[in-house]
C-alpha cells in the first residue's frame, strides 16, 4: 500500500474513533470568577445517575480567581474541557464559545453556581429521544412540584425555558445564532426561547430533569443582580416590541415611588428579610434605568 493510501486509511480510522467516542450530551457551563460554587455543579455532574455519554464544557469568561484549576481539578472520570471566551465578557459570550466548541448534537446550558439533580441527564435524553420530543427545553427548579410546573411566560407573549437549566438540539442554536451578547445580566434566555419559537422550533419541559437555583445571599448581590433583570427587561422589550408587545405609561410608572420608599424603610426594619426586598427593589430600579436609557415606557 502507498503511503497516501496509509494515510487516507489512519484518517479515517481516527474519524471512526472520534465518532464512536462522541458523547451524547455536551454541558456548557459558562464561568465568571467561579472557583467557589463550580465544584459543586462538576461535583453533581460526576454524580449523575444512569447518564449517557457527556462531555463537561466550561467556558471560562475572562475569570480573575482560580476557576480553571478548580474545573481542571474535578472529578477525574468527567470527560472535561476549559475553553477560553475571552471575546467579551458577560455569560451568553461564555455560553457561544462553549456550544461552539462542544461536540454533540444535544447541548445543555448550566450555570456554575446551581446544581443539577443526579438523574437530570438521563432525563434530558430520554425527553430528546422521545417520538414528541422538543427541540429546546428546561428542566424543574427544585421545590416546584414537577406535575404541575408550567413554563414562564414573559410580558403576556412567549414562555421561555430557564438559563440555569436550558436542553436544545444543536440546529435551534444555529438557526437563531446563539444567544444574544448585547443582554449582559438578565433576559437572555427568553430573548433566545422567544426567537426559537418564532421560528418554529417547539419549547418544552422536561419533568424529570430537577436542578436547585441558588439565589443570591446577600441585599448588595440581590439589588444588583435584580437590577440588571429589570434593565434588560425592557431591553428585551425594545428588541421585540414590533411583535406587539405593551408597554407601560407615565401614570403606572408613578405608583412604584411609594413602593420604593416603603422598602427603604423596609430594608433598614427587617434584615432578616433584606435579600427579598433588596429583590424587588432592585427591579424596580433597573426597570427605570431600562426606560430611561431606551427612552421608553416599558411594561410593569
Known amino acids: 500500500m502507498s503511503g497516501s493510501g496509509?494515510?487516507?486509511?489512519?484518517?479515517?480510522?481516527?474519524?471512526?474513533?472520534?465518532?464512536?467516542?462522541?458523547?451524547?450530551?455536551?454541558v456548557v457551563i459558562p464561568a465568571f470568577d467561579a472557583a467557589v460554587t463550580l465544584g459543586r455543579q462538576l461535583a453533581a455532574l460526576a454524580a449523575q445517575v444512569d447518564a449517557p455519554p457527556f462531555e463537561v464544557v466550561v467556558a471560562d469568561n475572562r475569570s480573575r480567581d482560580a476557576t480553571r484549576g478548580v474545573a481542571l481539578s474535578a472529578e477525574p472520570d468527567l470527560d472535561l474541557r476549559v475553553v477560553p471566551a475571552l471575546r467579551a465578557q458577560g455569560a451568553n459570550c461564555a455560553r457561544n464559545e462553549g456550544i461552539r466548541a462542544a461536540r454533540a448534537e444535544l447541548l445543555l446550558c448550566v450555570d456554575a453556581d446551581d446544581e443539577i439533580a443526579?438523574?437530570?441527564l438521563r432525563a434530558v435524553a430520554d425527553a430528546f429521544s422521545a417520538p414528541s420530543a422538543p427541540d429546546l427545553a428546561t428542566g424543574v427548579p427544585t421545590g416546584l412540584d414537577p406535575v404541575s410546573f408550567e413554563l414562564p411566560v414573559s410580558m403576556d407573549f412567549l414562555p421561555y425555558g430557564i438559563s440555569a437549566f436550558l436542553a436544545l438540539r444543536r440546529e435551534v442554536f444555529d438557526a437563531v445564532g446563539g444567544f444574544d451578547e448585547d443582554f449582559v445580566g438578565g433576559q437572555e434566555e427568553v430573548d433566545f426561547c422567544w426567537r426559537a419559537q418564532m421560528q418554529g422550533f417547539r419549547l418544552g419541559v422536561v419533568r424529570g430533569a430537577r436542578f436547585t437555583y441558588e439565589p443570591r445571599p446577600d441585599a448588595r448581590s440581590a439589588f444588583r443582580q435584580y437590577r440588571r433583570y429589570g434593565a434588560t427587561y425592557i431591553q428585551l422589550f425594545v428588541k421585540h416590541r414590533a411583535q406587539g408587545?405593551?408597554?407601560?405609561?407615565?401614570?403606572a410608572e408613578r405608583h412604584d415611588v411609594p413602593r420604593v420608599a416603603r422598602a427603604l424603610v423596609r430594608l433598614l426594619r427587617r434584615p432578616e428579610d433584606r435579600p427579598e426586598i433588596a429583590r424587588g427593589l432592585g427591579w424596580i430600579v433597573g426597570r427605570w434605568q431600562g426606560n430611561l436609557r431606551h427612552r421608553v415606557w416599558g411594561p410593569r
Open 118 to 120: 443526579p438523574g437530570a
Open 245 to 251: 408587545l405593551r408597554g407601560s405609561s407615565l401614570g
Open 6 to 26: 496509509r494515510r487516507e486509511d489512519a484518517a479515517a480510522q481516527e474519524r471512526a474513533e472520534q465518532e464512536q467516542a462522541a458523547p451524547q450530551i455536551s
